[in-house]
């Protein structure tokens, strides 16, 4: 199911590669600088720190198109190798608040089935669809170097 929650929103969405690749693709920096933004966005590698461990913090900028950055923390929160990823995330790090993102990996013939949770506290209807959209396009440019 992909949508909208009470809570925040889910995405679930199929990928032709197994939970090994799927997994490094989410946690490995390398990747997470590729995927993460999506196609139009540029996170350049030397403005992220980023280690799948948890208790650790994490950090990243995007460069967007027309030249202006995000900044973005949060922390990792556990890691289960090729079953589960969850971290947080904001887009103000001096804000302390940060929302909770689950990733659960289930394998099944051919593939990776993927599950993704975001809260978004306070967030409109239309702020929810486009968290979706965002975060669509994330995981089409994760799938595409969890299949290459």
């Known amino acids: 199911m992909t949508g909208m929650t009470t809570g925040g929103i889910e995405i679930e969405r199929d990928i032709l590669a197994p939970p090994t690749a799927v997994f490094a693709a989410w946690t490995s920096a390398d990747s997470f600088a590729r995927w993460f933004g999506g196609a139009e966005v540029e996170v350049p590698r030397e403005s992220l720190d980023f280690v799948a461990e948890p208790g650790r913090n994490w950090a990243a900028q995007m460069v967007l198109p027309g ?23 904001t887009d103000e790090p001096a804000n302390p608040e940060r929302a909770r993102v689950e990733v659960e990996l289930t394998e099944f013939a051919g593939g990776t089935r993927v599950r993704f949770a975001q809260e978004a506290p306070g967030f409109t209807d239309e702020q929810k669809a486009g968290l979706i959209a ?12 969890a299949t290459a």
Request: proline residues 3%; glycine residues 14%.
């Open 67 to 89: 030249g202006g950055t995000i900044d973005w923390a949060g922390e990792v929160v556990e890691v289960s190798p090729s079953e589960r990823f969850v971290f947080t995330i």
């Open 134 to 145: 965002g975060w669509e396009g994330f995981i089409d440019e994760l799938a595409k170097i």
